[in-house]
């Protein structure tokens, strides 16, 4: 079965470094997002992607950050310079149409820890 | 703003005593209705999509409905298993999907 994967599943940074997170979508999905999940509270929306462009954004999604597809499989998510507010859980999310409400498939989550 | 609370934070069953978990939202143009499972640590798993009020869904032993305000995911004879983080997200006109804190379940044998 199709899943999405994410990559690294744990990375540990110093505050003001530069991270990128990879995901890979399911191979025929057209929308992609990213979310993050701070420890204990609730999954929240950041960024959704579509044909190459942002089409909607969080009030969390400032200058900091930036998506990137570059390439026919890979979606990344990148914060500049991180700070200890970063640290979470960064789940990749993919859905196969190019309409509102199709469902979403997660990744396993990459765990951020900013020291 | 849309918005999502679940009900109640935690519950804790005795396996094969069925229960339900509740979702209630608000939401601007509501275009669908979410469960996912989520284990410690891991990514939110679909269960669910609902479109509409009056829909159900089944699927093993949990079933899933949606009326104008709120849904319920109702579970039948659990077993441990079943322990898990259950949330409800919804998608509405503001293209963004909206979770609620979830509702931990913990079914003892």
């Known amino acids: 079965e199709p899943e999405v994967t994410q990559t690294p599943s744990h990375q540990v940074t110093q505050m003001g470094q530069e991270v990128i997170l990879r995901c890979v979508p399911i191979s025929n999905h057209l929308y992609f997002y990213w979310y993050r999940q701070i420890l204990g509270q609730k999954v929240e929306f950041l960024v959704s992607f579509y044909n190459n462009e942002i089409s909607e954004k969080s009030e969390i999604f400032d200058d900091q950050f930036s998506v990137e597809r570059p390439d026919g499989s890979n979606f990344t998510l990148k914060i500049r310079s991180t700070k200890l507010e970063d640290s979470a859980m960064y789940f990749c999310?993919?859905?196969?149409?190019?309409?509102?409400?199709?469902?979403?498939?997660f990744g396993p989550g990459t765990r951020l820890t900013v020291l | 703003e849309d918005q999502v609370t679940q009900s109640p934070e935690a519950l804790r069953l005795q396996e094969g005593e069925s229960s339900s978990l509740n979702c209630s939202y608000t939401v601007s143009g509501l275009r669908g209705l979410f469960w996912y499972r989520q284990d410690p640590g891991k990514g939110p798993e679909f269960l669910f999509t609902l479109y509409s009020a009056g829909e159900e869904k089944e699927k093993e032993r949990l079933k899933a409905t949606l009326t104008k305000k709120e849904s319920f995911l109702h579970i039948t004879a659990p077993k441990p298993e079943d322990s898990a983080t259950y949330l409800c997200?919804?998608?509405?006109?503001?293209?963004?999907?909206?979770f609620g804190q979830g509702t931990t379940l913990q079914v003892k044998p």
């Open positions: 999310a993919s859905s196969q149409l190019a309409t509102a409400a199709d469902t979403q498939y």
């Open positions: 997200a919804v998608y509405g006109n503001t293209g963004k999907l909206i």
